[in-house]
């Protein structure tokens, strides 16, 4: 079950990741307002913070894993 834990947490890094990603290149775009450009800039930051959040937790799911075994 730590497995299947560990690749659902992978999973969810992965697409906060991407949402990270999308909302760096829009706080770096020039043509949006500035307001626009801080909100995406704070919705990266926090996007990231979960990003790393999912990959603790993955980590630890897969070294449950194997201390189980």
Do not use: F, W, Y
Not at 13 to 42: F, W, Y
Not at 43 to 65: L, W
Request: proline share 3%; glycine share 4%.
């Amino acid at each position: 079950m730590d497995a299947a834990k560990a690749g659902v947490e992978k999973i969810k890094e992965t697409v906060t990741g991407q949402k990270a990603q999308d909302h760096l290149e829009k706080a770096s775009d020039p043509n949006r307002p500035a307001s626009d450009r801080i909100d995406h800039a704070l919705d990266a930051g926090k996007q990231k913070a979960k990003e790393q959040e999912h990959c603790t937790k993955a980590d630890c799911h897969a070294a449950d894993h194997k201390h189980n075994h």
